[in-house]
C-alpha cells in the first residue's frame, strides 16, 4: 500500500503512520470520535499530540469527515462526564475548519455487512464505511480496532502503533 488515493504522503507497507510520521497534506480523512475527543480534551492522555495533528491537518486545508453520529455520541459524553464546553470546542473548529457530515442513512446499509466481513464493532464499522462513502483518503483514529480493515491507511496515535502494525503483518 503506497500512496493512497487523493493522499500526498506514503503510508508505506503496512498503511500505518504516527500522527508525527504524517507531515505532508492528506485530501480527505475520516476523524474517528476517539481521537476527536482527545484532542478536545486537555486532560485525556496524548491531547497535545491529538490536538496538534488536528493543527497539521487544518493548516493543510485537509477536507475532515465526520459521521452524522458523532455530535449524539458527543452529546452523550457531555451529559456523562457533565463537561459542556466540549460542545462550544467542537462547535469552533466547525467554524474554522473544513469539516464533512455524512448523514447515517447513506451508510448504514453496509455497516452489518462489514462488522460481519472484518469481525469489527459497530462502532468501528459505520466509521469505516462512512470513509469509504465519503472518499476519505485516510483515518486519523486513536483505537486500533480499525486495524482489522487494512483497505484504508490510518494516521494513528503513539500510543496505538504498535497494536495497529501488530494486527496488520
Avoid at 462547535?91 to 448523514?103: C, G, K, Y
Wanted: charged share 20%; aromatic share 6%.
Amino acid at each position: 500500500m503506497n500512496a493512497a488515493p487523493g493522499a500526498h504522503i506514503d503510508f508505506g507497507c503496512d498503511g500505518v503512520l504516527t500522527f508525527d510520521e504524517c507531515t505532508g497534506p492528506i485530501d480527505r480523512v475520516l476523524l474517528d470520535p476517539a481521537f476527536i475527543f482527545r484532542a478536545l480534551v486537555a486532560s485525556e492522555p496524548g491531547h497535545e499530540n491529538a490536538a496538534a495533528f488536528l493543527a497539521h491537518l487544518d493548516l493543510h486545508e485537509t477536507a475532515m469527515i465526520v459521521s452524522s453520529v458523532f455530535e449524539v455520541e458527543l452529546l452523550d459524553i457531555v451529559d456523562h462526564l457533565g463537561r459542556p464546553e466540549l460542545v462550544e470546542a467542537w462547535q469552533e473548529h466547525l467554524r474554522s475548519s473544513s469539516v464533512h457530515v455524512v448523514p447515517l442513512d447513506g451508510v448504514l446499509p453496509d455497516v452489518k455487512d462489514l462488522m460481519s466481513a472484518a469481525g469489527v464493532p459497530v462502532s468501528v464499522a459505520l466509521q469505516i464505511v462512512t470513509a469509504w462513502a465519503a472518499g476519505a483518503s485516510a483515518v486519523v483514529t486513536t483505537r486500533a480496532a480499525f486495524a482489522s480493515v487494512g483497505e484504508l491507511p490510518l494516521c494513528v496515535s503513539n500510543d496505538t502503533v504498535a497494536a495497529v502494525r501488530a494486527l496488520r503483518s
